[in-house]
């Protein structure tokens, strides 16, 4: 079994630049960090290959990869000093997905694999019975929401078996299917699945994680933006779950590690010649980057982004033309709300812009509806907070809003690359005063307001950046 020439599993250690169609765009940062000497914790790739032979054959696919599997292991165990299902000095690893282009939350991720009894008693001995508990809670409910079945076995072996083959699969579940219809990303292309060990931002009270965007990707401002929670794993920012806090709580808490990690930021982002998205993690005041990738951003950022990065060179004019579409431009130049009827109209809600624009609905609270009413009239989707699972409500709706989370979180960052306005953390009991009536959404003031509120058309001339834009173009065309 397998395909002539099919590379299976590569080991991210620096010493070769793999292609995102190949390894996915997380391993293929991964291993762009890892040879630009940066903290990264140790991974390695089940690749695109592996991914298509799977849907074909299934899991007896894995039984062939087995030993290269094991190899990988065994780099991760020398990486780290520590042993995958060891009780004296376990090593926890994360298993996630990674297409060629990055389909955020579109697919399963499980974390803390290695978790068995006997690791447990060795963490709560090391770290305390509450950070172990906290680990193996997060570890058995990842686990049983992305394997069949649900239960959970003892054998780590068996736990990364049952991890790859679940992680594989979500390339076909609907909301991955879903994301690459909306935006005509190959089906046959298929998922990498990146193996790394962990590293734990819930370890103590100098522990905690974040997201880093090198520039705000709401508004397109030349300034890092992001979030950090304390004492907390990675799933808790994007899940909106718990409110995060400004990256200035991090400057705050622990000084040199946002110094280093504003310096790993400006970096990578001259490194890739775009804004970047960087996944990160302190353990116990260790910084550890996890991931980069360019960012998702809203149509008004894409417009300041190229402009910015063109003027300071990092970019042509040409290529600074080309990373704006049609339909960002389109977007950016949809009206904004009329000053005098936006301070007319009762304000019912208020949270944080996460996506520009204006949008006008009647609000709904479920993605299901959502999807079936647009057909006969604008909505607006409000929840608790979005996950993945709401993708098709969120493509439906003319505007988002959510109760919990932050500007980092699956909301804002799915709704800036649908070009959907957004407001999020409207607080706990939002929906109940929402639901039913007819709102409009304003992403840029963070407001929800009564009615229809009417809005004021935008023209290039307005903008400076929208006018280099269009001179570049000409120029571009004429040569």
């Not at 290695?114 to 570890?139: C, H, I, M, N, W």
């Not at 397109?220 to 995060?244: C, M």
């Not at 579409?325 to 130049?333: F, G, I, K, N, Y």
């Not at 409500?393 to 070009?419: D, F, K, N, Q, Y």
């Amino acid at each position: 079994m397998g395909t002539a020439g099919a590379t299976r599993v590569l080991i991210l250690d620096g010493t070769r630049e793999p292609s995102p169609e190949l390894v996915g765009g997380k391993a293929a940062g991964i291993a762009r960090m890892t040879a630009a000497g940066l903290p990264v914790p140790p991974a390695f790739v089940l690749t695109t290959d592996v991914c298509r032979e799977f849907l074909v054959h299934g899991e007896s696919v894995l039984d062939a990869v087995s030993d290269e599997i094991s190899r990988g292991m065994a780099h991760l165990e020398r990486s780290t000093g520590r042993g995958f299902g060891s009780a004296e000095s376990p090593l926890l690893v994360s298993v996630r997905s990674g297409a060629a282009r990055s389909m955020p939350g579109m697919m399963d991720t499980a974390l803390n694999l290695g978790t068995t009894p006997d690791v447990l008693k060795a963490l709560s001995e090391a770290r305390g019975r509450e950070y172990a508990e906290d680990v193996r809670t997060r570890f058995e409910r990842l686990f049983r929401e992305v394997v069949p079945g649900g239960v959970v076995p003892e054998d780590p072996w068996a736990q990364l078996r049952l991890a790859v083959a679940a992680v594989f699969r979500s390339w076909l579940s609907p909301r991955a299917v879903a994301y690459r219809r909306r935006y005509g990303l190959d089906d046959a292309a298929g998922t990498a699945v990146t193996v790394q060990a962990m590293v734990f931002g819930n370890a103590d009270a100098a522990s905690g994680t974040g997201v880093l965007f090198t520039r705000d990707p709401a508004t397109g401002a030349a300034e890092p933006y992001g979030e950090w929670l304390g004492r907390a794993q990675g799933e808790d920012v994007v899940s909106g779950e718990r409110a995060p806090l400004p990256l200035g709580a991090l400057a705050e808490a622990l000084p040199q590690v946002h110094a280093q990690l504003m310096e790993y930021g400006r970096r990578l982002e001259e490194q890739q010649r775009d804004v970047q998205d960087i996944e990160f993690t302190v353990e116990s005041g260790r910084l550890w980057l996890l991931q980069t990738r360019s960012a998702k951003r809203s149509p008004l950022a894409a417009v300041r982004f190229a402009v910015a990065l063109a003027r300071e060179g990092l970019i042509s004019r040409g290529e600074a033309v080309a990373r704006v579409s049609d339909e960002q431009l389109r977007a950016v130049l949809r009206p904004g709300l009329d000053p005098a009827a936006r301070r007319a109209a009762p304000l019912l809600a208020q949270g944080l812009p996460a996506s520009p624009g204006v949008g006008t609905g009647v609000v709904v609270t479920a993605p299901d509806e959502a999807e079936n009413r647009a057909e006969r009239e604008p909505v607006v989707l409000a929840r608790h907070t979005t996950s993945p699972h709401d993708l098709h409500g969120m493509i439906a709706a003319a505007a988002i809003v959510t109760e919990v989370g932050g500007a980092t979180s699956h909301a804002a960052v799915v709704s800036r690359e649908l070009g959907v306005p957004c407001v999020v953390g409207c607080g706990e009991g939002a929906l109940a005063g929402l639901a039913g009536e007819v709102v409009t959404v304003c992403g840029e003031t963070g407001e929800v307001r009564e009615g229809v509120v009417p809005v004021v058309a935008i023209s290039e001339a307005d903008d400076e950046d929208l006018r280099l834009l269009r001179e570049w173009a000409t120029a571009t065309a004429e040569q």
